[in-house]
């Protein structure tokens, strides 16, 4: 009897167990996206664009913090096509990162199922695809992750969530745009702007005396962009997963790849008030306009503003320069900029990046000290994991600028891995960077963030604690300079082999060039 007793309680105490593994684990959602050409005229003019599941821009992600995200892409397109999730960061496991160096092309007429989990993220992020110039065509959405209940957030409640893609456009289509660029040729000035795919008839919905959250993000591929509410003031409350300080602005720039997170209160009378996006630095400027339309209500406003605001208009240069970097390591908690102490860290590497605008043989390119970028046909990281020679050599590119000929090649930094959380751009500045400057480096409270600007003949410091081991693609955020080698990867590796650090190839690879049979 007494051995029936135990028996069945430790079938309970089992059964509680599975219970709790099962309600422990983090949720999936799923997604099946099937990737055509259609056609769209977004600025007035019938051209082929990238749908997803029929759609442009593409369907949202709408997440939480730690939701394990499956996506099954169906390329029905007649080349080659790979999506990159920007600003994910892909704990341990660059295999997911959906570029030419960590990932195979999915091929015409077949499927690729990513899977990848949003790790103490939360945030304004989004998705587009990675090769060819894809991007300038469609294929884009939104990722919005939000915070898990026992998270709270920074500040006050809100009634509803807007999403706005803004972004540059061109007529050409990117097949003819790749072929000036092959050419030798720069891409002109884009033909417009576009709100969420439309150019002047985008039309956002509210309450008098509501506010908003809008999470706003450059899609373009060439173009800063200056953003602003007629009548209203945006209080920015998020940049690309980092809560900010709440300063009042009347309009923010947006650099190409760039998001941000702002709330509006709906506070004039009820009528329709324009939404503005205009270029940044480009002559003749380029202008949209969406619709920020008013319904009744005598509710009183729901975020009264500070007492004594600040308002900030962002200073301009001639034009700026993003590059993105997939290093972060924003914990999804408010304010974790703040509780790192990075100050404190010790830097124990230093590169200095300097980019150039040249001619190899007779042609426009770009390079990253010295070196063009140029994709080989086998993924860099397979060709790492499997020890495929003559694909890539370490630091075939130097830490700092080289006087030597500018040449293409495949560049990577090897770069040890250190588990420390932060990422922080530090200052910038115009003129040449030296280290003098570095008594100029803001080391207490720099927001963390994937995407920097960087301005004509200035610098940009970026402190980064490499924490994430993998292959990791440094680049241009215009795409044109990408295209045409403004670009390179991090090697962030050790010795150590464990699951606690990078996991395994994932059993459904894709496997081309020299990895092909492996």
Same mark, same amino acid.
């Given at each position: 009897?007494?051995?029936?007793?135990?028996?069945?309680?430790?079938?309970?105490?089992?059964?509680?167990?599975?219970?709790?593994?099962?309600?422990?684990?983090?949720?999936?959602?799923?997604?099946?996206?099937?990737?055509?050409?259609?056609?769209?005229?977004?600025?007035?003019?019938?051209?082929?664009?990238?749908?997803?599941?029929?759609?442009?821009?593409?369907?949202?992600?709408?997440?939480?913090?730690?939701?394990?995200?499956?996506?099954?892409?169906?390329?029905?397109?007649?080349?080659?096509?790979?999506?990159?999730?920007?600003?994910?960061?892909?704990?341990?496991?660059?295999?997911?990162?959906?570029?030419?160096?960590?990932?195979?092309?999915?091929?015409?007429?077949?499927?690729?199922?990513?899977?990848?989990?949003?790790?103490?993220?939360?945030?304004?992020?989004?998705?587009?695809?990675?090769?060819?110039?894809?991007?300038?065509?469609?294929?884009?959405?939104?990722?919005? /992750?939000?915070? $898990?209940?026992? *998270?709270?957030?920074? !500040?006050?409640?809100?009634?509803?969530? &807007? %999403?706005?893609? #803004?972004?540059?456009?061109?007529?050409?289509?990117?097949?003819?745009?790749?072929?000036?660029?092959?050419?030798?040729?720069?891409?002109?000035?884009?033909?417009?702007?576009?709100?969420?795919?439309?150019?002047?008839?985008?039309?956002?919905?509210?309450?008098?005396?509501?506010?908003?959250?809008?999470?706003?993000?450059?899609?373009?591929?060439?173009?800063?962009?200056?953003?602003?509410?007629?009548?209203?003031?945006?209080?920015?409350?998020?940049?690309?997963?980092?809560?900010?300080?709440?300063?009042?602005?009347?309009?923010?720039?947006?650099?190409?790849?760039?998001?941000?997170?702002?709330? /509006?209160?709906? $506070?004039?009378? *009820?009528?329709?008030? !324009?939404?503005?996006?205009?270029?940044? &630095? %480009?002559?003749? #400027?380029?202008?949209?306009?969406?619709?920020?339309?008013?319904?009744?209500?005598?509710?009183?406003?729901?975020?009264?503003?500070?007492?004594?605001?600040?308002?900030?208009?962002?200073?301009?240069?001639?034009?700026?320069?993003?590059?993105?970097?997939?290093?972060?390591?924003?914990?999804?908690?408010?304010?974790?900029?703040?509780?790192?102490?990075?100050?404190?860290?010790?830097?124990?590497?230093?590169?200095?990046?300097?980019?150039?605008?040249?001619?190899?043989?007779?042609?426009?390119?770009?390079?990253?000290?010295?070196?063009?970028?140029?994709?080989?046909?086998?993924?860099?990281?397979?060709?790492?994991?499997?020890?495929?020679?003559?694909?890539?050599?370490?630091?075939?590119?130097?830490?700092?600028?080289?006087?030597?000929?500018?040449?293409?090649?495949?560049?990577?930094?090897?770069?040890?891995?250190?588990?420390?959380?932060?990422?922080?751009?530090?200052?910038?500045?115009?003129?040449?960077?030296?280290?003098?400057?570095?008594?100029?480096?803001?080391?207490?409270?720099?927001?963390?963030?994937?995407?920097?600007?960087?301005?004509?003949?200035?610098?940009?410091?970026?402190?980064?604690?490499?924490?994430?081991?993998?292959?990791?693609?440094?680049?241009?955020?215009?795409?044109?300079?990408?295209?045409?080698?403004?670009?390179?990867?991090?090697?962030?590796?050790?010795?150590?082999?464990?699951?606690?650090?990078?996991?395994?190839?994932?059993?459904?690879?894709?496997?081309?060039?020299?990895?092909?049979?492996?």
């Amino acid at each position: 009897m007494k051995q029936v007793i135990f028996l069945l309680v430790l079938l309970g105490i089992l059964c509680c167990f599975s219970i709790f593994r099962a309600n422990a684990e983090d949720p999936y959602r799923y997604y099946t996206w099937v990737v055509t050409y259609g056609t769209r005229a977004p600025l007035g003019v019938y051209q082929r664009v990238i749908l997803i599941n029929n759609q442009f821009p593409g369907p949202p992600i709408e997440a939480v913090t730690n939701d394990n995200i499956i996506v099954n892409v169906i390329n029905q397109l007649d080349e080659p096509f790979l999506i990159t999730w920007h600003g994910i960061k892909q704990r341990k496991t660059s295999w997911q990162d959906g570029l030419l160096g960590t990932n195979c092309p999915i091929p015409p007429h077949s499927n690729w199922t990513y899977k990848f989990q949003l790790k103490d993220q939360i945030g304004t992020y989004m998705y587009y695809p990675s090769i060819s110039m894809h991007r300038a065509i469609g294929g884009f959405g939104a990722v919005n /992750v939000n915070q $898990r209940s026992v *998270i709270s957030i920074p !500040y006050p409640a809100f009634a509803g969530d &807007f %999403t706005l893609l #803004i972004g540059d456009w061109y007529k050409a289509g990117d097949k003819a745009l790749r072929k000036r660029l092959n050419s030798g040729l720069a891409t002109p000035l884009p033909d417009g702007l576009l709100i969420n795919g439309l150019h002047k008839s985008s039309v956002f919905t509210g309450q008098k005396g509501k506010t908003y959250r809008f999470r706003i993000t450059n899609v373009g591929i060439s173009t800063s962009i200056n953003f602003r509410i007629q009548g209203h003031s945006l209080i920015l409350v998020e940049v690309e997963g980092s809560h900010s300080l709440q300063e009042v602005y009347e309009s923010i720039d947006i650099h190409p790849g760039q998001s941000i997170t702002a709330l /509006v209160t709906l $506070r004039g009378a *009820i009528k329709d008030y !324009y939404i503005v996006a205009s270029t940044r &630095f %480009t002559k003749p #400027i380029l202008t949209t306009t969406g619709i920020l339309r008013y319904q009744g209500s005598d509710t009183p406003p729901s975020l009264p503003l500070p007492i004594a605001p600040t308002y900030h208009v962002h200073w301009s240069m001639k034009q700026a320069r993003t590059i993105r970097l997939n290093l972060t390591a924003n914990a999804a908690r408010p304010n974790p900029q703040g509780t790192f102490h990075y100050g404190q860290i010790n830097i124990v590497r230093r590169l200095v990046l300097a980019n150039a605008k040249v001619k190899i043989n007779g042609k426009l390119r770009y390079t990253v000290n010295g070196i063009s970028y140029v994709d080989p046909t086998t993924p860099l990281k397979l060709a790492d994991w499997f020890n495929i020679p003559g694909v890539f050599s370490l630091n075939n590119i130097k830490d700092l600028p080289t006087s030597r000929p500018p040449a293409l090649g495949v560049s990577v930094f090897d770069l040890t891995h250190h588990p420390i959380l932060a990422s922080q751009r530090i200052e910038y500045g115009g003129g040449k960077w030296t280290t003098a400057l570095k008594k100029r480096y803001n080391l207490v409270d720099a927001i963390s963030r994937h995407t920097v600007e960087v301005y004509p003949n200035s610098w940009t410091a970026v402190l980064v604690s490499l924490d994430n081991k993998g292959m990791w693609n440094l680049r241009s955020q215009i795409w044109s300079d990408r295209f045409l080698g403004k670009q390179t990867y991090l090697r962030v590796w050790n010795d150590e082999k464990s699951l606690y650090t990078e996991t395994d190839i994932p059993p459904n690879a894709l496997r081309c060039g020299k990895a092909i049979h492996l």
